[in-house]
């Protein structure tokens, strides 16, 4: 009975040896007496005992190595500490198990020397401004050198550039410097626009004001012609009225028929308002007669006179 027992136990002992689940994103790379037979999947899978072996154990996800710091020097002989960051994925357990010895230490070294390769060919100024140009270099040179390997290289990442402390000091001051130009610049541009905008601000007061005395002087120039237009109308209408005053006044004296001798009072009353001391001429009749009538008929209208004031 013991037997029995014992004989169950080994059989289950051997079983949980070798009946192996593989799980996702995993692979199992077996040997058969020492040479390679398969690579496990996901699923149930079982070793034949004392004759398969598992040889290794491999990750499908992708992974990630952050190296050290390098020291690599540039063309113009700056030396720079360089750190990187490689990502990358096992494609072939096969190869990744048989391709390479220590797998991890080789692109390690791959990586520093790729990057010292490509840094020797570049300055330090188009080092600091060209990292995704390395970037792209340096992935395809590694994911072709490392594809024998099993392995794919899908990204790399430059972390940090460090140049010497004395080149970080001269950058910092030149960058310093490019501000203060910068500032510089647009504070002049500010001055000058705020120049340009004061400039066309008194323009377009200076042509507002000119356009307002205009219409000023438009508009005084309409009234004043109103005003002398309407003194003319006022100047003509009396004209008009004293002449058709004279030319009633001559049809009523027409229509009346005055004799010879109102005339001749008429004509005294007349010349004793031009002697009245204000004329400076006295127009005499040639017709002495005439006047001597004129004089005897103003004495007998004077004398008429101050016999009715008496």
């Known amino acids: 009975m013991i037997i029995i027992f014992g004989i169950i136990l080994i059989v289950i002992m051997l079983v949980s040896i070798h ?19 398969r690579t496990w999947d996901v699923g149930l899978n079982v070793l034949i005992p004392f004759i398969d072996r598992v040889a290794k154990v491999v990750s499908l996800k992708e992974q990630v ?3 050290p710091p390098q020291p690599v020097i540039t063309k113009d002989n700056v030396t720079m500490q360089i750190d990187s960051v490689i990502y990358f994925q096992i494609t072939d357990p096969k190869l990744y198990t048989y391709g390479v010895e220590n797998p991890l230490n080789a692109i390690e070294n791959l990586t520093a020397t790729t990057l010292r390769n490509i840094i020797g060919d570049m300055e330090l100024d188009s080092t600091l401004t060209s990292r995704d140009v390395i970037n792209t270099k340096m992935r395809i040179i590694l994911d072709e050198a490392t594809d024998p390997w099993g392995i794919k290289i899908n990204r790399v990442e430059l972390k940090n550039i460090l140049p010497p402390r004395g080149i970080q000091d001269a950058m910092e001051k030149q960058m310093k410097a ?26 377009e007061s200076s042509i507002l004001k000119a356009e307002g005395a ?18 003319a109308q006022g100047e003509a209408e009396a004209i008009l009225s004293v002449q058709k ?7 009523l004296i027409r229509e009346a028929k005055p004799n010879k001798e109102v005339l001749t009072i008429r004509g005294m009353e007349a010349f004793e308002k031009i002697a009245d001391g204000k004329a400076t001429k006295i127009i005499v009749p040639s017709n002495l007669q005439d006047l001597m009538t004129f004089s005897t008929l103003f004495e007998e209208g004077k004398k008429k006179e101050i016999k009715e004031e008496n």
């Open 214 to 231: 205009k219409q000023a002087s438009i508009l005084k120039a309409e009234a004043q012609k109103e005003v002398a237009i309407k003194e």
């Open 19 to 37: 009946v192996r689940i593989v799980s996702q994103s995993r692979a199992y790379v077996i040997e058969r007496l020492g040479a390679y037979i």
């Open 65 to 67: 190595i952050d190296f």
């Open 245 to 251: 005053a004279k030319a009633e006044a001559i049809i």
């Open 178 to 203: 490019e501000r203060e130009r910068r500032e510089s610049i647009l504070i002049a541009e500010g001055q000058k626009r705020s120049s340009i905008l004061i400039a066309e601000g008194e323009k």
